[in-house]
C-alpha cells in the first residue's frame, strides 16, 4: 500500500559507540537524511529489551531500526552478539504481538560510517513509507483509553 502524502515515525534504537557516532558523522558531514527518524541512545545493542521495540510501536511508531557496532567491535566484548541471538527469537514473536516482521529492521553501522547511516535509515523510511500506517496498536490503545474527563 503506497501513500505518497504518508510521513512514516522511525524510532531508532542506536548503540552510543558505533552507530550513533556514525549517524553524528552523517550529520556534521551534511549527508541529506530523511527527517522521520528519532534516534533513542543506548550503551549497546546488547541492552535493548525486546518490550522497547514493542512500546515504540504502542506508542506511535511506524517502524523501528535497531542498530550498533559490527560483529567483533562491540564495547562490551559481546553484547551485540547478546542482542542478535535475542532478536533471533524475538522475530519469531512479532507475529504474535501483532507486529509485521517487514516494519523492524536491524544493521550494523561503524563510527566511520556516516554514509552508511544515511543509506540504512533511508533504507528504512522507504520501505515503511510504503507499507503505510502502522494502525495494529492505535485500534487497541483506543478501545482501553480512558475517558478524557474523569470526575473523581
Ligand atoms: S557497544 Fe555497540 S553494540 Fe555493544
Redesign the pocket.
Known sequence: MANENFEPKITCFV?????YTGADLAGTSRLKQQPNARLIRV????RIDPVFLIKAFETGADGVLVS??HPA????NT??YH?RRRWIFFRELLNTVGIPESRVHFSWVSASEGKKWVDVVNGVIDKVRQEGPFEGYKKINNEFALPEEVEV
Do not use: Q, R, S, V
Not at 43 to 46: A, D, K, L, Q
Open positions: 548503540c552510543n559507540w558505533c552507530t550503551p549497546c545493542t546488547g550498533g557496532c567491535d562491540c564495547h562490551y553484547g551485540n542482542a
